[in-house]
């Protein structure tokens, strides 16, 4: 069965940037587009960013415009997001999500596949 597997994430210094990778495993995966969300603990997850494969669409949530470059391979349904001038704040685990969704999906209930989420932690 397909599922998403997420690398990148490590322990790193505020400011420092990251860059997190996923892909597909288990099989072949067809969306219209993927997405990163992220959990803080004691947080419901919210969204990061998003890309859609027709036309290239990237969007991004509020508190990470700026910061955040989404990237992809819609070849391959793999997704990358450049994450930078890191802050204490942004330490969560980050997931990506892939969606047969046509609009700017980003509610959790649009996406169908998901991984295991890698561990990202910004400190002083």
């Known amino acids: 069965q397909v599922h998403l597997v997420e690398s990148g994430g490590g322990l790193v210094q505020v400011g420092d940037s990251l860059r997190l990778s996923c892909a597909p495993s288990?099989?072949?995966?067809?969306?219209?587009?993927m997405a990163w969300f992220r959990q803080i603990p004691g947080k419901a997850p919210e969204f990061v960013a998003g890309?859609?494969?027709?036309?290239?669409?990237?969007y991004y949530a509020d508190s990470m415009k700026g910061r955040a470059t989404i990237s992809g391979d819609s070849s391959k349904n793999t997704v990358y997001l450049q994450l930078n001038a890191l802050k204490p704040e942004d330490t969560a685990v980050y997931f990506c999500?892939?969606?047969?969704?046509?609009?700017?999906?980003?509610?959790?209930?649009?996406?169908?596949?998901w991984g295991q989420g890698t561990q990202v932690t910004a400190s002083s």
């Open positions: 999500a892939a969606t047969m969704g046509l609009g700017l999906n980003d509610a959790r209930g649009d996406f169908d596949h």
């Open positions: 890309i859609k494969w027709g036309g290239s669409t990237t």
């Open positions: 288990g099989g072949s995966l067809i969306s219209n587009g």
